[in-house]
């Protein structure tokens, strides 16, 4: 193990090396630019056939809304859930170094109740390998639709001070974990994140270790994307990639998505949406221009409506990204 990366992987590099391959954390180069990772060592059978979502992708491209929640607040989940449950085949839930929230298990509770298929993220930053067990446990209990396994951004230095940050395990070993209870595993990566000629086979050990589907970060162009889907396949990978389409609609949904290491966004659709007289439908009409030129590439099995959509909150972002999804859904 690369003794100096900080969130301690082992299957590295994390989805946040910035450019010039400096470390997410802090300024020292990231221990795994320029070095070969370790192949997963035992295969682990992918077990997507337990999914809704992944049987559907063999008929049509699925759309996932990634939920704008408010922490710790139940009643405007179930309100964000009942606006943009029939606009996505299933809802999926970050996980977030600055918002912390209810368990995962309660959330997948909670979206199944109000009527939602959830996709849960789970990251290694926060619980330790016992706590995501148990998670991993009540999961499986509730027989959701899918996990997302994710190493995890680290908290910032600004952020809750004095916390410690737990990385026992990294998203490619949760993956393992969770594939080998029975859960569907959905996993990430950053086709914009340095070393982005490392990207591709970093999703095929991932499927080593289990994982049925990818979801990719959002990237400022779709080309970038069809260059990494052949790129993936080149690499062995043979599971469905899921694109991510940044939605936003005001500064400070681009914001957040544009400065956010591994992502990226188009300067020109920022501008053309953030100068528009209507930025909510202009944004809507850009995230809806995105998706479908995402779907029209051959081997893309659908896409994941990300970011924070408004600076309005749960409610209004659910409202944005159902329309979204309303108008993918009608064709
Ligand atoms: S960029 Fe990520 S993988 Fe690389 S050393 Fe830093 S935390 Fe570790």
């Known amino acids: 193990m690369p003794l100096e990366c900080p969130k301690r992987m082992v299957y590295g590099p994390c989805g946040g090396v910035r450019p010039r391959g400096i470390c997410e954390v802090d300024s020292r180069r990231c221990s795994f630019v320029g070095a070969d990772a370790p192949v997963w060592p035992a295969p682990i059978p992918s077990l997507g056939a337990s999914s809704a979502v992944l049987h559907r992708m063999s008929s049509r491209p699925v759309v996932l809304t990634d939920l704008t929640l408010d922490p710790f607040d139940l009643p405007g989940l179930r309100r964000a859930v009942r606006i943009a449950a029939s606009s996505a085949d299933a809802l999926l839930v970050g996980d977030h170094q600055n918002r912390p929230d209810f368990p995962p298990t309660l959330l997948a509770q909670e979206i199944l109740a109000a009527g939602g298929r959830p996709w849960i993220t789970l990251t290694c930053r926060d619980r330790n390998r016992v706590v995501l067990e148990e998670e991993i446990a009540g999961l499986s209990a509730l027989a959701v639709d899918a996990v997302l396994c994710v190493t995890g951004d680290a908290r910032t230095a600004s952020v809750r001070r004095g916390v410690t940050q737990v990385f026992d395990l990294d998203g490619t070993r949760l993956t393992a974990l969770a594939a080998a209870a029975g859960l569907t595993v959905a996993v990430p990566e950053s086709p914009h994140a340095p070393p982005t000629d490392r990207r591709a086979a970093r999703i095929a050990n991932k499927e080593r270790a289990g994982a049925a589907v990818c979801v990719l970060n959002h990237v400022a162009d779709v080309g970038t994307v069809a260059r990494f889907l052949t790129q993936a396949r080149a690499a062995g990978t043979s599971v469905p990639i899921i694109a991510g389409v940044a939605v936003f609609t005001d500064a400070r949904s681009a914001a957040v998505l544009d400065g956010f290491p591994g992502l990226g966004l188009n300067p020109a659709?920022?501008?053309?949406?953030?100068?528009?007289?209507?930025p909510v439908a202009a944004g809507i009409r850009a995230a809806v221009a995105e998706a479908r030129a995402l779907l029209a590439l051959p081997d893309v099995a659908g896409v994941n409506l990300s970011g924070r959509a408004c600076a309005g909150g749960g409610?209004?972002?659910?409202?944005?990204?159902?329309?979204?999804?309303?108008?993918?859904?009608?064709g």
């Open 269 to 278: 659709s920022i501008t053309a949406v953030l100068t528009d007289a209507d």
């Open 315 to 330: 409610e209004l972002a659910a409202e944005i990204k159902a329309e979204v999804g309303r108008q993918l859904l009608a």
